[in-house]
């Protein structure tokens, strides 16, 4: 199985993560990571989040949706969002330079910078899936983004977040990468599990479902198993 191979690969190169390394703001650091990002066949945290979204997409109906990605990065998950058929699929990033390289593998691509959480060309409830994956420990301010998330959803839409676990943040790991030989690590805000939930359950209706999980390196079988059975919402 291919993500164990990356698990032992991950917990004997970067395991534990350095802790008292700076940490540099998420966009300058993306900037400079865009080009190598998509260059990581042993990255742990990758390896887990693209096994959790599959299992989460598969069971949403996507033909004919329309799709906001935030925090879409290069568009890890964008070969397997089209393939299911959105009639949109819009991507919003505070790194250029990762849009830039999204851009170049999908020249057709509706792409947005950033800024203070707006979703920038988005009318109210007109999204049948907003998408935030590994990005929410980036953003300061949750609750002005889940508030912006829910405007341009429909009602009935999906909400489906994923992110480093809070508890490990909070224990001092960081997202590190290496750049010109000097280790660059990704400033992060700390949001609890109670502090997600009580903002996701005043901001977010009933009716929407959310799919929510939190990666840690001890829950990988765990999630693998209950992404089978458990029914949205889903709080790992």
Not at 23 to 52: F, R
Not at 69 to 76: A, L, N, P
Not at 91 to 97: H, R, V
Request: hydrophobic share 45%.
């Amino acid at each position: 199985m291919r993500v164990i191979t990356r698990l032992k690969h991950y917990l004997l190169t970067s395991w534990p993560v350095r802790k008292g390394t700076a940490e540099t703001d998420p966009a300058s650091a993306y900037d400079i990571w865009a080009l190598s990002y998509d260059n990581q066949p042993d990255n742990l945290m990758l390896a887990l989040d693209d096994e959790l979204f599959s299992g989460f997409v598969n069971e949403i109906d996507l033909k004919e949706a329309t799709v906001a990605d935030v925090g879409c990065g290069t568009g890890r998950h964008w070969n397997e969002i089209i393939a299911k058929g959105p009639k949109d699929l819009f991507g919003f990033d505070i790194s250029e330079g990762m849009l830039q390289v999204l851009q170049k593998k999908f020249p057709q691509a509706k792409t947005f910078l950033l800024h203070d959480n707006h979703l920038t060309g988005l009318a109210n409830n007109t999204c049948d899936l907003v998408v935030s994956t590994l990005a929410l420990a980036h953003i300061e301010d949750i609750r002005q983004a889940l508030e912006e998330w829910c405007r341009v959803l429909k009602r009935g839409g999906v909400i489906l977040i994923t992110d480093y676990h809070p508890e490990a943040l909070a224990k001092g790991a960081k997202r590190t990468f290496r750049h010109q030989d000097k280790l660059i690590a990704v400033r992060n805000h700390v949001h609890s599990i109670k502090t997600v939930r009580r903002l996701a359950s005043n901001r977010i209706s009933v009716t929407i479902p959310v799919f929510l999980a939190f990666l840690k390196c001890s829950q990988i079988f765990q999630l693998a198993v209950r992404l089978e059975s458990v029914p949205n919402p889903i709080f790992v």
